[in-house]
């Protein structure tokens, strides 16, 4: 009958969008990826004050280590024009990350890290992000903590308490995994529980369970955005080339109005920003 009809159409709507979020599982690591992460801060007298700085962090190519490709990663630091942390930023020069690197296990569902102790000059490799667990299931998450004055990556117990699919900007459907701390309950009762997605990872990146107010800003491989968050992918307007240097940007700065520029660096349009981002 008419009734069965429409109940046969949405279990199988329903069986369609739970499928797609078990289909073909979507790698984090790819050539061309970047993410943006926008970091707050806690000030005692006001609370968190969300976004006083941010990053981009991108994959600059692989290298072999003990036999095994692992991918290298750079960040550009955010440069705000206005008195307060906000659009439109500009992109520091490029840092290239020589102690931390990443790799996937596609069929296992799983992303390692490898981490250089520069004292030793011995590296670590450790489990960063397990797409393939259950709810309910007992992980342990990366963080980073102090330990005889040294700062160090430690892993801590956390229950996957939810999996919900999300939708990204090329119209592939994830996996969201959401965590409870089981060794601290008032870290989620105070920031919420660590998200993970498929694909993108967490804000922590390097450490998934730095939680709190840190946010993604942009996620994408090349010009396909994946996620936009509060400030969207328009909100860088340039960057530093990576052959200048601090000192021979322009100077001097702060500038009465006169500044100057070495005659070595070419370019073909300069715009130059105040404090509140006017041109």
């Given at each position: 009958?008419?009734?069965?009809?429409?109940l046969?159409i949405?279990?199988?709507?329903?069986f369609?969008?739970?499928?797609?979020?078990g289909?073909?599982?979507?790698?984090?690591l790819?050539?061309?990826?970047?993410?943006d992460?926008?970091?707050?801060?806690?000030?005692?007298e006001?609370?968190?004050?969300?976004?006083?700085?941010?990053n981009?962090?991108y994959?600059?190519?692989?290298?072999i280590?003990?036999?095994?490709?692992?991918?290298?990663f750079?960040?550009?630091?955010?440069i705000?024009?206005a008195?307060?942390?906000?659009?439109p930023?500009s992109?520091?020069?490029?840092?290239?990350?020589?102690?931390?690197?990443?790799r996937?296990?596609?069929?296992a569902?799983?992303?390692?890290?490898?981490f250089?102790d520069f004292e030793?000059?011995?590296f670590?490799?450790?489990?960063?992000?397990?797409?393939?667990?259950?709810?309910g299931?007992?992980?342990?998450?990366?963080?980073h903590?102090?330990?005889?004055?040294?700062?160090?990556l430690?892993?801590?117990?956390?229950q996957?308490?939810?999996?919900?699919?999300?939708?990204?900007g090329?119209?592939e459907?994830?996996?969201?995994f959401e965590?409870?701390?089981l060794?601290?309950?008032?870290v989620?009762?105070?920031?919420?529980?660590?998200v993970?997605?498929?694909?993108?990872?967490?804000?922590?990146?390097?450490?998934p369970?730095?939680?709190?107010?840190?946010?993604?800003?942009c996620?994408?491989?090349?010009?396909t955005?994946?996620?936009?968050?509060e400030?969207?992918?328009?909100?860088i307007i340039?960057s530093?080339?990576?052959y200048?240097?601090e000192?021979?940007i322009?100077y001097?700065?702060?500038?009465?109005?006169?500044v100057?520029?070495?005659?070595s660096?070419?370019?073909?349009?300069?715009?130059?920003y105040n404090?509140?981002?006017q041109?």
């Amino acid at each position: 009958n008419v009734m069965n009809k429409y109940l046969m159409i949405f279990v199988g709507a329903l069986f369609v969008s739970f499928s797609a979020m078990g289909q073909d599982y979507k790698p984090m690591l790819e050539e061309g990826k970047s993410w943006d992460v926008y970091y707050s801060a806690y000030d005692g007298e006001i609370g968190i004050v969300p976004y006083r700085a941010a990053n981009r962090t991108y994959i600059v190519g692989d290298t072999i280590i003990d036999g095994m490709k692992w991918y290298k990663f750079a960040s550009r630091s955010m440069i705000s024009h206005a008195e307060v942390f906000y659009p439109p930023f500009s992109l520091s020069q490029e840092y290239v990350n020589e102690g931390s690197f990443m790799r996937e296990d596609v069929g296992a569902q799983k992303v390692f890290g490898l981490f250089k102790d520069f004292e030793t000059n011995e590296f670590q490799e450790l489990l960063l992000y397990d797409f393939n667990v259950n709810v309910g299931d007992t992980v342990d998450l990366l963080t980073h903590d102090y330990i005889n004055s040294k700062e160090v990556l430690v892993a801590y117990p956390y229950q996957c308490t939810a999996i919900v699919g999300l939708l990204l900007g090329d119209g592939e459907v994830v996996k969201s995994f959401e965590y409870e701390s089981l060794t601290d309950p008032g870290v989620t009762e105070w920031f919420g529980p660590v998200v993970i997605i498929e694909g993108i990872g967490a804000t922590g990146f390097w450490n998934p369970t730095n939680i709190g107010y840190d946010s993604f800003g942009c996620v994408k491989v090349g010009e396909t955005i994946l996620m936009s968050g509060e400030y969207g992918c328009n909100s860088i307007i340039s960057s530093i080339p990576d052959y200048l240097t601090e000192k021979n940007i322009l100077y001097p700065n702060p500038s009465n109005g006169i500044v100057q520029f070495p005659a070595s660096i070419q370019f073909d349009k300069l715009d130059i920003y105040n404090t509140i981002g006017q041109v």
